[in-house]
């Protein structure tokens, strides 16, 4: 049976709906040049950085296309703008409270840069909730590379095993198996439809369960059956 001693959240589309909006975007941006941006192309997105470029992408379909320099920080400061005005996903302040309550450590581990997801974390005081947060500044390689997993199981002193990662992500619980981690998925309205790479467990959100609850149904899922 796992002996648990600390929990690592993924960020964008955990913590936050941060994902939803900036796919909108994009469309809105796809269907001025007479095209259309799908699930099938954008979830190489989700999860990692650099995993799908957009740009390049209308460029080849259309042999003209947006540029970088210049949209880049218009999008950025809309996307910032919508999600500043969201609120936590429903679970969040109660799972790291009980989390807290219980003695065990805590950590956010992004894929995005630490000038996106430390407004977020301040903002909405998770960032005093946290013993470390790890971002794609701090490594060499993100998910579904482990290196985040790992920095931040490191920076709490904890062995992976004994580390939880919650995420709603496929290369965010592939990441989670290659550190070696228990993997919880709590897919969102984008990731749900995606095929989950053997999460040991699947919550519908983190309101879904107490964290007892979560901890008792994740030992049960790994079970021996007789």
């Known amino acids: ?28 941006i796809y269907r001025q040049y007479g095209c259309e941006l799908t699930m099938d192309q954008w979830q190489h997105a989700l999860g990692t950085f650099g995993g799908f470029d957009p740009y390049a992408d209308i460029l080849a379909r259309t042999g003209k296309g947006p540029e970088r320099a210049t949209l880049q ?13 969201m609120p936590l996903m429903p679970g969040v302040a ?8 219980a003695g065990l450590k805590t950590a956010v581990a992004s894929s995005s840069a630490e000038d996106w ?11 005093v909730m946290l013993n470390a947060i790890v971002t794609r500044d701090d490594v060499k390689q993100v998910k579904p ?9 490191e920076r709490m002193r904890v062995a992976p095993a ?12 592939r990441a989670a198996h290659a550190a070696g981690m228990w993997a919880i998925a709590v897919p969102n309205a ?3 439809p995606l095929p989950l790479p053997d999460p040991h467990l699947v919550l519908e959100s983190l309101a879904a369960k107490t964290l007892g609850d979560i901890i008792d149904a994740l030992t049960e899922s790994i079970r021996p059956r007789a």
């Open 1 to 28: 049976m796992p002996e648990i001693e600390a929990l690592i959240f993924d960020f964008d589309g955990l913590l936050i709906d941060s994902e939803s909006p900036l796919l909108e975007i994009w469309q809105d």
């Open 73 to 85: 920080p218009t999008i950025r400061a809309r996307h910032f703008e919508v999600c500043m005005a």
């Open 94 to 101: 109660d799972v790291l409270a009980e989390a807290r309550a």
């Open 117 to 127: 997801v430390g407004p977020f974390l301040r903002q909405h005081g998770l960032d």
């Open 145 to 153: 590379a482990p290196d985040l997993f790992l920095l931040a199981a």
């Open 162 to 173: 004994r580390c939880v990662v919650f995420e709603d992500s496929p290369n965010g619980l």
């Open 190 to 192: 984008l990731t749900r």
